[in-house]
């Protein structure tokens, strides 16, 4: 089963930026094709962003176009989000999986403990 570990969340100002990463195990990385996804408070967990096995295709939701980009390192087995020009909307808690494009969010049954991300004035 696939361990994941999100790190990188904070408090950040509208406009303000941050880098999550997301470090996993037991599966082979290097073959899996992974996204982000979040939870804003009292809301359902949703889709932001994925990445394909060799970084070669990037898809993200409307909202964070031109502001999220996905990154991998598949050396290290690591997956990035940098985050720029923050939005309140945005504040929410941020996990990291594999993708299967076939999956609905509550087909997926690992999760890590994800990373919160608070944007404030």
């Known amino acids: 089963q696939v361990q994941l570990v999100e790190s990188g969340g904070g408090l950040v100002q509208p406009g303000g930026s941050l880098r999550l990463s997301c470090t996993t195990s037991?599966?082979?990385?290097?073959?899996?094709?992974m996204a982000w996804f979040r939870q804003p408070p009292g809301k359902e967990r949703e889709f932001v962003a994925a990445i394909s096995w060799n970084a070669g295709r990037t898809t993200y939701i409307d909202s964070v176009k031109g502001r999220f980009t996905i990154a991998r390192d598949n050396a290290i087995n690591t997956l990035y989000l940098q985050m720029n020009n923050l939005k309140p909307e945005d504040t929410a808690v941020y996990y990291c999986?594999?993708?299967?494009?076939?999956?609905?969010?509550?087909?997926?049954?690992?999760w890590g403990q994800g990373t919160q991300v608070t944007v404030s004035s």
């Open positions: 999986n594999e993708y299967y494009t076939s999956y609905a969010i509550h087909d997926y049954d690992s």
């Open positions: 037991g599966h082979t990385f290097d073959r899996a094709s």
